[in-house]
């Protein structure tokens, strides 16, 4: 047996001494991350399971690929080495980088390796092995796997495990011939093309490509690989426990090494997961001294009373009539799912604007600038910043307050809106919107947050209001607006009428194409085919031009009685250059965390439109199906690597997964996925792990891009070829006493005041320009036509906000 083999042929109680040895030594590990969205979860397995210190570094780090004797003295601080998964092909050396390396290393380099997925595959290629495509890419699939009980394998069970790739390692194995053999020991020999490489474990469930190989290992050296994914929520205990087999393995070969020393772990200095720049301290400094102009309390006034009769929307009516500026953020419980589920929508949040506006921080992306807007539209601030999120950071934390009512989430602090643009800069994906013809970059912000001091909360649970203030001496605020509520409070039974709705007159509409889109679709199962996405989010835009000025209050109001939905929002903001307004219904909540550092995320992939003959029984056997089910799968182990990144290991865990969830248009696929920030601070003290952080490592909305993210976005940006704007990015609110809550911009029109169109073709005459955005996920399994369905679908759901009641 040599030394790296397993234990398959030691003795039950050898095992167990051997096993018990491994559990007591606890490895340094590096991860090899070629940009995939699940690395994030990789290394949370192996932190829980091997109790393992790990390290990451991008396989195109530019400080070891171009100095091999610089990832060779990275190479002796760690124990092990895991080549992690990724988009691409082995083949191609960008996709793969320092992987190429590792399985040429100098005998006095040698150290044990991992490789998963694209790591499998590239450690196949080195040795023989031919990297082909498959006939049908196994993207979000859960089958079956057939494994020989050996190497890390050993004392294993059949188990269940999910894939996520379109290429397979052919060794030249007679079951990979298409020659139909009897199943035998030869099942698990070396191949003459490929008499180093052993075949631990095949797919042979699969009637589509024929037998797929899931596992080798390499005869002579220390290396194993595996193409499905032990770190996904969907493989079962027994397909992860390869994490810990594979240690054991690794540390007895390590043991087995004469003469190695390996150097001290703590001289090493490598790039960790924080997404927040630690060197941003002259940003943190300015977003600290605008506190100066512009204070705010400590401490919340408020005052609270009886919902009554009152509704939301003739609160905002009372509040905010003819205010040039109003945001308002309206929650709407679902009567079909748990009221207690903060997840349904829970309270709704208005922002209380003075009659002459709201001040407002704008982020400009293509200038790197931020600006600092006084109520009356002047411009107080304004500075380069290469990080917005340490400066919101810095603006928040400076006024931390508290003293504010335990059943309200927001208390006082920003609330507006991100967009699709400026998520990708966290990523670092150059968006097409910053040469496109239709942006004017400098006249519009990518993410704009009023500055509110002033609020009123409704509980829906609990049917109480909050009215609420951070200001210096503002408790007549409060009393003339609980007067002023109260007034209007009729008994209990009775209703406030609903105003008349009349339908604006609409001079033309632009939609997206059928066959333009559907032959986008195939170009998005092209690239997901040769390895490049495992799924893609595609959307397109419609535009609306009304002949007249219309009020956007009754239009939104229309909206929710079409479409309601848990996360509304009705926002007028921005007089720099342009100023805005966004209707939205949304369905889905995008992120969520509480002052106490709770945080959840709520993805929904799968949508099928309610008819008379569509009942919820029906709706589930459809959303139960491989590819609805796929898509939702490869969203939420999409986030959980971004929360996983920011909360660590350990502290992620899954609330609901892939539940059917019933609206008034459309049945959903809801997953819940939840964590806990680790470090959790009293009032006005610095974090490391804050909910903005979490914000900006999450972004843009997984459900909005596919994975892996990056490279993803990067074809969409190639695919759509224009800016998606608001639509695809985030509404919500920063707390100042440290929480927040955010929606995904779907079901939603907006409309800039500096963008008008033609009233009809050719003619001078112009009229407001509303944006409509729809997409969905695009697989391997999709169908143009029914992705084109889904499409339209979700794009009626918002214009019949323009159609006659």
């Known amino acids: 047996m040599k030394p790296h083999d397993g234990i398959t042929s030691s003795t039950s109680s050898a095992r167990h001494v051997f096993h018990d040895r491994c559990a007591k030594r606890n490895p340094r590990v ?12 990789i290394i949370a397995l192996l932190t829980t399971s091997l109790q393992a210190t790990v390290e990451s570094v991008h396989i195109d780090d530019l400080r070891y690929l171009q ?12 124990d092990a080495v895991v080549a992690g998964p990724g988009p691409g092909n082995p083949a191609k050396k960008s996709d793969v980088g320092l992987v190429e390396q590792l399985w040429n290393l100098p005998d006095d380099q040698l150290l044990p390796i991992l490789g998963i997925c694209l790591g499998f595959q590239s450690l196949g290629l080195a040795y023989g092995a031919q990297v082909e495509r498959l006939k049908e890419p196994r993207h979000g699939l859960v089958m079956n796997v057939t494994h020989n009980q050996r190497s890390i394998f050993n004392k294993l069970d059949r188990f269940t495990a999910t894939q996520y790739h379109s290429l397979f390692v052919n060794i030249g194995h007679f079951l990979q011939s298409g020659r139909h053999r009897s199943l035998s020991d030869n099942l698990w020999n070396p191949t003459s093309k490929c008499p180093l490489l052993q075949p631990l474990a095949w797919d042979l469930e699969d009637t589509e490509n024929g037998p797929v190989l899931m596992a080798i290992r390499h005869m002579e050296k220390p290396f194993w690989g595996v193409q499905y994914h032990p770190e996904s929520i969907c493989t079962d205990e027994e397909g992860a426990k390869v994490i810990k087999n594979w ?15 390996l150097r001290d772990y703590k ?34 006034l408020w005052q609270s009373m009886d919902l009554g009769a009152l509704n939301v929307p003739r609160m905002f009516e009372l509040l905010q009539a003819g205010r040039k500026q109003a945001i308002l953020l309206k929650s709407t419980t679902n009567p079909r799912v748990d009221a207690s589920d903060p997840g349904t929508g829970s309270h709704s949040i208005l922002g209380v604007t003075d009659p002459n506006g709201v ?30 999120w340490s400066f919101l950071q810095g603006f928040t934390q400076r006024r931390r307050v508290t003293g504010g009512p335990e059943n309200s989430p927001f208390w ?6 991100v967009t699709y643009e400026a998520g990708l800069e966290t990523i670092s994906v150059k968006s097409c919107a910053m040469e496109h013809p239709s942006r004017r970059i ?16 409704v509980d829906h649970l609990r049917s109480t209001v909050f009215v609420q203030s951070i200001r210096k001496d503002d408790q007549a605020f409060i009393s003339e607006t609980i007067n002023a509520l109260c007034t209007d409070v009729k008994p209990q039974g009775s209703s406030i009428p609903d105003p008349v709705y009349s339908p604006p007159p609409i001079s033309s509409t632009t939609s997206p194409v059928r066959d333009t889109y559907c032959n986008q679709v195939r170009q998005c199962q092209s690239s997901i085919r040769a390895g490049d996405s495992y799924e893609l989010c595609l959307t397109d835009q419609s535009t609306v031009v009304l002949s007249a000025p219309t009020d956007s209050w009754s239009l939104y109001l229309h909206l929710q009685k079409v479409n309601p939905a848990p996360f509304s929002a009705y926002i007028r903001l921005g007089r720099l250059g342009s100023g805005v307004t966004i209707l939205s219904s949304s369905p889905e909540r995008f992120l969520r965390w509480t002052r106490d550092g709770d945080a959840q995320f709520r993805p929904i992939k799968g949508t099928v439109k309610k008819s008379k003959d569509m009942t919820l029984e029906k709706a589930t056997e459809i959303l139960n199906s491989s590819k609805e089910k796929a898509e939702n799968l490869m969203i939420v182990d999409l986030i959980r690597h971004d929360l996983h990144g920011i909360v660590g290991a350990g502290n992620t865990w899954m609330k609901q997964l892939m539940s059917v969830e019933e609206y008034k248009t459309v049945y959903q696929l809801v997953s819940v996925i939840e964590g806990r920030l680790r470090n959790r601070i009293p009032a006005g003290e610095a974090e490391d792990k804050s909910g903005i952080e979490l914000l900006a490592a999450s972004l843009p909305p997984g459900s909005m891009t596919g994975a892996p993210k990056k490279r993803s976005c990067e074809l969409l940006a190639d695919i759509e070829g224009k800016p998606r704007g608001i639509y695809s990015g985030v509404i919500g609110y920063l707390d100042f006493g440290g929480g927040g809550d955010f929606a995904v911009v779907i079901r939603t029109a907006y409309k800039w005041d500096d963008e008008t169109g033609p ?21 391997a399994q999709s169908t143009p036509e029914g992705e084109w369905a889904e499409m339209w679908t979700k794009r009626e759901s918002t214009m019949r906000m323009f159609e006659t009641a």
Not at 67 to 78: D, I, P, R, T, V
Not at 412 to 417: A, D
Request: net charge neutral; aromatic share 10%.
């Open 30 to 41: 590096l991860y090899l991350d070629a940009y995939d969205s699940f690395s994030n979860n």
């Open 67 to 78: 100095n091999q004797g610089a990832f060779y003295s990275l190479l002796e601080k760690f």
């Open 247 to 261: 240690w054991c393995l690794a540390d007895e070969w390590l043991q087995s090494r004469k003469g190695v020393v």
């Open 267 to 300: 001289t090493l200095k490598v790039h960790g997961l924080s997404v927040l720049s630690p060197t941003k301290s002259s940003i943190l400094s300015e977003a600290v001294n605008l506190h100066s102009c512009h204070p705010t309390l400590k401490k919340v």
């Open 359 to 388: 001040a407002q921080i704008c982020y400009f992306q293509k200038e790197s600038t931020v600006k600092f807007l006084s109520a009356n539209g002047q411009v107080t601030y304004s500075s380069k910043c290469d990080d917005i």
């Open 412 to 417: 006082g602090g920003l609330m507006g809106f």
């Open 442 to 457: 400098t006249r519009r912000p990518d993410i704009c947050f009023a500055l509110v001091t002033r609020s009123v909360i």
């Open 759 to 779: 009233v009809h073709e050719g003619s001078e005459e112009v009229g407001e320009r509303w944006h409509v955005g729809a997409g969905g996920a695009i697989t």
